[in-house]
């Protein structure tokens, strides 16, 4: 196990506080772990049908609710728009997890490998993995096609991966699972979607809070330990991730395959106020954590503003 200095135990604080010891929050991780992980492909029910009138994603949380589009749309047409972007955020949700494990890898590459730190990052990585399975299964039983990101952000993704620091690594992570995880949190309890759906999100965010938990607690004590020329290029990074991840929310083309004017759908998204209000809350307990450990000054944070996920 990794010996704690008293410089870890006492000294170490931000403006949030004393940093926690990395083991002991390690170790309450793995222990809740071991009472609530699932494997969804038996906890599951896969051969269900569609129930009819049932939406994917609450209508609220879609992108043209509360548009002139969304108005002059059939219901039937708003139900299958709701299959569409369910499929899309599923689809982001595997490209933005396959990233995630790959960095945890490399996070742990030069650690002790019999710590708690370390065996709880095999075990998110082990989540991770049975996850993006459980997307995939969920985007096939809808019935609609995936959405990969842009070929652009597809390549960006590739250098991130290479040359992604400490910090930028765990400050992309909430950036991916926080967003996502406010909006499931709306759609579990949610009676008007899908059952299986509800399913998919209730497991996901019980497992991803304590993937939340292990990001921030590590992102805090990298940027009080880091020097400061990759505590500056983690601002501009994060402020750049944001931007990217807010562009590949939606895919356009869930519009097209609903039978919509692509180009009006994305001109009337882009200028709704319901719209940004979404995104604005979805990522707001994030952005005042960034703010609170020094992440949103600067250049980061006008390309947090320009990502239109800061108010």
């Not at 400490?166 to 400050?171: E, H, I, L, R």
């Not at 998919?200 to 940027?223: F, S």
């Not at 604005?280 to 320009?306: C, E, P, Y």
Request: hydrophobic residues 40%; proline residues 4%; neutral net charge.
């Amino acid at each position: 196990m990794t010996t704690v200095t008293a410089r870890d135990a006492t000294v170490l604080r931000d403006a949030l506080g004393p940093l926690r010891d990395r083991e002991q929050i390690a170790l309450r991780l793995l222990e809740s772990s071991a009472k609530h992980s699932f494997d969804p492909d038996t906890e599951l029910d896969w051969d269900a049908a569609i129930e009819d009138g049932k939406w994917f994603w609450p209508p609220e949380l879609l992108s043209l609710y509360g548009t002139p589009m969304w108005d002059r749309m059939s219901e039937e047409q708003r139900l299958d728009l709701s299959r569409h972007e369910a499929a899309a955020l599923a689809s982001l949700g595997i490209w933005f997890e396959i990233i995630l494990m790959q960095l945890l890898v490399r996070h742990i590459y030069d650690k002790p490998v019999t710590s708690n730190h370390v065996r709880y990052a095999l075990t998110e990585i082990a989540d991770e993995c049975r996850h993006s399975m459980m997307f995939g299964r969920m985007i096939d039983w809808g019935g609609a096609p995936t959405y990969p990101v842009p070929r652009l952000y597809h390549n960006l993704a590739r250098v991130l991966k290479t040359v992604s620091t400490t910090p930028g690594s765990f400050a992309a992570t909430l950036l991916g699972e926080e967003i996502l995880d406010w909006m499931q949190r709306l759609t579990f309890p949610d009676e008007r979607v899908q059952t299986l759906v509800r399913g998919v999100t209730r497991i996901h965010v019980i497992e991803e809070a304590r993937h939340v938990r292990y990001a921030r607690e590590e992102l805090r004590r990298q940027m009080v330990t880091a020097p400061r020329w990759e505590r500056e290029l983690t601002k501009v990074s994060c402020g750049e991730a944001a931007r990217v991840f807010s562009v590949c929310f939606v895919n356009p083309q869930v519009y097209e395959n609903v039978g919509l004017d692509r180009r009006e759908a994305v001109a009337q998204v882009k200028a709704s106020g319901h719209r940004a209000e979404v995104m604005h809350s979805g990522a707001k307990r994030l952005t005042d954590f960034f703010d609170d450990i020094g992440l949103l000054n600067g250049v980061g944070r006008r390309l947090w503003r320009s990502s239109g996920l800061l108010a």
